[in-house]
């Protein structure tokens, strides 16, 4: 009897930054709420042509300057499946309109977030904000700090120990929602 895998899916999600805030949607399906653009990788497909397919599927928008910010596997980050989200930043040209999956499509500052967020993506986008702006610290004064690579790269450590030490996935999720 062949053995089956079940893998993660990928996906991934774009922080489209325009110079009013950053892109959100309403989504029309399943898991409701707001979210960022994004969607699942297809077949033969780079996760930067599909950052750059969802985000003007998505938004109408084209994007440029597109750079990975960080990648979120927690097991429980989409209730529907066990998904591995690459999450990029770019910038935003064209005309925002809401199409595909999306019901509507804002703009947002950090200041004006919506309170019903999709998967994990309050919390992605709470952390772009928290980079962007110690990154704006460390180029006012000068300063080196660790900016936008180093606390994902220790965030990914502590999830690799945490999930070393209790040997279960699914307790990843509640821990953080717990300290929340």
């Avoid at 809401?98 to 994990?120: G, I, Q, Y």
């Amino acid at each position: 009897m062949e053995k089956k895998y079940r893998n993660p899916v990928p996906t991934v999600d774009i922080i489209i930054e325009m110079p009013e805030g950053i892109v959100l949607i309403k989504r029309k399906n399943y898991p409701y709420g707001w979210a960022l653009p994004g969607g699942f990788v297809d077949y033969g497909e780079s996760l930067e042509d599909a950052a750059v397919r969802e985000a003007k599927e998505e938004t109408g928008l084209d994007v440029i300057e597109l750079e990975q910010f960080h990648t979120y596997s927690a097991p429980n980050r989409d209730p529907r499946q066990h998904t591995i989200s690459t999450v990029f930043t770019a910038k935003g040209q064209g005309v925002l309109r809401a199409s595909d999956d999306a019901k509507d499509a804002k703009l947002f500052t950090e200041d004006s977030l919506p309170e019903n967020f999709a998967f994990d993506h309050r919390e992605i986008v709470k952390e772009y904000f928290k980079k962007k702006n110690q990154k704006s610290s460390q180029v006012e004064t000068g300063g080196l700090g660790l900016g936008i690579g180093g606390s994902a790269c220790s965030e990914q450590s502590e999830e690799r120990r945490f999930l070393k030490q209790n040997r279960n996935p699914s307790q990843l999720g509640r821990s953080r929602k717990s300290s929340e």
